[in-house]
């Protein structure tokens, strides 16, 4: 079965620190992928996306991932985290076809502290 | 303002009862899902649908029911027959041309089975 990896259960970090998040799929081939974010009372929602292109892709509030397609992942960046960016990411692939639903990775909790 | 609303936010139950949970958007959207969040799981499929009057089955549909009438509600029952209903569950759409869509979140209804 198509799988997400999540490796990084609980990330703590204080401001200004760097952030890297990994996120691993097992599809072969080319993918959709995602990175989706839930602020502690917020609605889940889109941080970026890469369907082709440039493999380093940017998202809202200075985050960014890169796609390595030979290491099957989708690395989620932050040069320098607020205390705001406290939250839950999930990546998320499907295939490019689109055609079967988004398979999400179980979470990462980060916790930036002051 | 354009969005998706579940309803009710908390939700207590005796086990052994059948409980609807209400999922509304008005963002014109094709494609709905129901997600299932628990601590540690991420985001697990249980139903999606892609147009008014079909639906299919998630990865853990299980113990679960949906109907889709009209394009804007997508209510999901959860059965006396689900094992662990105790949850909090999301639901989601997107503008259905394929699964690659953004999807968009409601805030979630948190299921507690007593």
Same mark, same amino acid.
């Given at each position: 079965?198509?799988?997400?990896?999540?490796?990084?259960?609980?990330?703590?970090?204080?401001?200004?620190?760097?952030?890297?998040?990994?996120?691993?799929?097992?599809?072969?081939? @080319?993918?959709?992928? =995602?990175?989706? !974010?839930?602020? #502690?009372?917020?609605?889940?929602? +889109?941080?970026?996306?890469?369907?082709?292109?440039?493999?380093?892709?940017?998202?809202?509030?200075?985050?960014?991932?890169?796609?390595?397609?030979?290491?099957?992942?989708?690395?989620?960046?932050?040069?320098?985290?607020?205390?705001?960016? @406290?939250?839950?990411? =999930?990546?998320? !692939?499907?295939? #490019?076809?689109?055609?079967?639903? +988004?398979?999400?990775?179980?979470?990462?909790?980060?916790?930036?502290?002051? | 303002?354009?969005?998706?609303?579940?309803?009710?936010?908390?939700?207590?139950?005796?086990?052994?009862?059948?409980?609807?949970?209400?999922?509304?958007?008005?963002?014109?959207?094709?494609?709905?899902?129901?997600?299932?969040?628990?601590?540690?799981?991420?985001?697990?499929?249980?139903?999606?649908?892609?147009?008014?009057?079909?639906?299919?089955?998630?990865?853990?549909?299980?113990?679960?029911?949906?109907?889709?009438?009209?394009?804007?509600?997508?209510?999901?029952?959860?059965?006396?027959?689900?094992?662990?209903?105790?949850?909090?569950?999301?639901?989601?759409?997107?503008?259905?041309?394929?699964?690659?869509?953004?999807?968009?979140?409601?805030?979630?209804?948190?299921?507690?089975?007593?």
């Amino acid at each position: 079965a198509q799988s997400v990896s999540q490796h990084n259960h609980h990330v703590i970090l204080s401001e200004a620190a760097s952030l890297e998040l990994g996120c691993n799929y097992s599809y072969g081939g @080319t993918v959709n992928l =995602f990175w989706y !974010v839930q602020y #502690p009372g917020q609605h889940l929602q +889109l941080l970026l996306k890469y369907f082709s292109g440039d493999p380093l892709v940017k998202g809202i509030k200075g985050f960014e991932a890169e796609f390595i397609k030979s290491k099957f992942s989708f690395n989620l960046r932050k040069p320098s985290v607020q205390w705001s960016d @406290t939250a839950e990411y =999930f990546c998320a !692939v499907t295939p #490019p076809s689109g055609n079967t639903p +988004l398979v999400f990775g179980k979470g990462t909790r980060l916790s930036v502290i002051a | 303002d354009g969005g998706i609303t579940q309803s009710p936010k908390y939700l207590f139950r005796k086990e052994g009862q059948n409980v609807t949970l209400s999922c509304e958007q008005n963002l014109n959207h094709d494609a709905m899902y129901w997600y299932r969040q628990d601590p540690g799981q991420g985001l697990r499929l249980i139903y999606y649908s892609q147009i008014v009057n079909d639906f299919q089955k998630g990865d853990i549909a299980e113990g679960y029911s949906v109907s889709r009438e009209k394009k804007e509600s997508f209510p999901l029952t959860v059965t006396s027959a689900q094992k662990n209903p105790t949850a909090f569950y999301l639901c989601a759409s997107s503008s259905g041309g394929t699964y690659a869509d953004t999807q968009y979140f409601g805030p979630g209804t948190r299921l507690t089975v007593l």
